[in-house]
C-alpha cells in the first residue's frame, strides 16, 4: 500500500452532522467508532458536550451503534464514553490498528461494516486504513490543541495537499 493511501481516509467532511448516515446505511455499515479529542468536543475535555452528546443521539436515531477509540491511557475516555453510554476501547495506540481490532471484538461488528471516525491523519486514518475499516475525516473541533498535535498539524497538512484530500 502506497504510504499516501495509507493515510487518506475514504472520505472528508467538515463536521461529523455532515457525515451521511443514510448513505452508510445503505453501504451496510452499522457500527461508528469514534475519536474523541478534537471529532467529538474539544481536546482533553473531561466531559462531553451538547454537540456529543447531539451526535450520538442522532447515530443511534439512524441505527447505528458506536464505540470511542481513544490512544488516552487515563480514564478520562472511559469516563466520557460512560456519559454518553457507549462503549469504550482505551489506549488503542493509533496508527497501530490494535486498537480497532479491539473495538470491532467489543462490538461484534466485521470490519465492512464499521467505520472510523476522526481528525488526525497520523493516528485515526492510518489506524482505521490498516485495520481495514471505512475511514472518515472531519476537520477539527477546535482550535485549542495539546502541543504535540500542534506540532503534527502542518506534515498533516503536506500529507494532505500531496494526497490531495
Known amino acids: 500500500m502506497n504510504i499516501f493511501a495509507a493515510m487518506k481516509p475514504n472520505a472528508v467532511y467538515k463536521s461529523v452532522y455532515d457525515i451521511p448516515l443514510e448513505t452508510l ?10 475519536d474523541f479529542d478534537n471529532t467529538l468536543g474539544p481536546d482533553h475535555a473531561t466531559a ?21 477509540v481513544s490512544n488516552a491511557k487515563s480514564s478520562r ?12 476501547v482505551t489506549y488503542a495506540h ?11 471484538k467489543l462490538m461484534d461488528t466485521p470490519k465492512e461494516n464499521a467505520v472510523m471516525i ?3 491523519v497520523f493516528t485515526d486514518f492510518i489506524a482505521g486504513r490498516l485495520a481495514p475499516v471505512y475511514t ?4 477539527k473541533y477546535s482550535s485549542k490543541e495539546i502541543w504535540y498535535v500542534v506540532l503534527k498539524r502542518p506534515f498533516e497538512k503536506l500529507v494532505r ?3 490531495r484530500f
Do not use: H
Not at 94 to 104: F, I, N
Open 25 to 34: 446505511k445503505e453501504e451496510g455499515k452499522t457500527c461508528l467508532l469514534l
Open 48 to 68: 462531553p458536550d451538547i454537540y456529543a452528546f447531539d451526535f450520538i443521539e442522532k447515530v443511534r436515531n439512524a441505527g447505528f451503534i458506536c464505540c470511542l
Open 77 to 88: 475516555s472511559s469516563g466520557i464514553a460512560d456519559k454518553l453510554g457507549i462503549p469504550c
Open 94 to 104: 493509533k496508527p497501530r490498528p490494535d486498537g480497532v481490532y479491539r473495538a470491532l
Open 118 to 120: 476522526g481528525d488526525q
Open 136 to 139: 472518515i475525516m472531519v476537520e
Open 161 to 163: 495537499l500531496i494526497g
